[in-house]
Nanobody, 121 residues
Framework: QLQASGGGLVQAGGSLRLSCAASGRTFSSYVMSWFRQAPGKEREFVASISRRSSSTNYADSVKGRFTISRDNAKNTVYLEMNSLKPEDTAVYYC????????????????WGQGTQVTVSR
């Protein structure tokens, strides 16, 4: 089970840190990612992190502004979001996969409930 938190309302240029806590003892065996879905749009990949944090991947739209990290001892994955833009407004979901790093939502088997991020102008 994945539980996302940390969303909220922030002005453009501001920052937020999302967290996703996982239950169970096998967190470190999963590649973890964040996706987002804006109103009227399809879900899109944001970032992923490998099992031991050795590699990360980002969507071009967030490179240089967002940072994904994880703490396997705490069964938690984070998304640090800086220089937020109104177009970052979306519901953000964490997800877990046993596959390799992938941006395809269909490869993920566990999903969090989502946390709303709203960036005002």
């Amino acid at each position: 089970q994945l539980q996302a938190s940390g969303g909220g309302l922030v002005q453009a240029g501001g920052s937020l840190r999302l967290s996703c806590a996982a239950s169970g003892r096998t967190f470190s065996s999963y590649v973890m990612s964040w996706f987002r879905q804006a109103p009227g749009k399809e879900r899109e990949f944001v970032a992923s992190i490998s099992r031991r944090s050795s590699s990360t991947n980002y969507a071009d739209s967030v490179k240089g502004r967002f940072t994904i990290s994880r703490d396997n001892a705490k069964n938690t994955v984070y998304l640090e979001m800086n220089s937020l833009k109104p177009e970052d407004t979306a519901v953000y979901y964490c997800a877990a996969t046993r596959s390799g790093a992938t941006s395809r939502g269909s490869d993920y088997i566990y999903w969090g409930q989502g946390t709303q991020v709203t960036v005002s102008r």
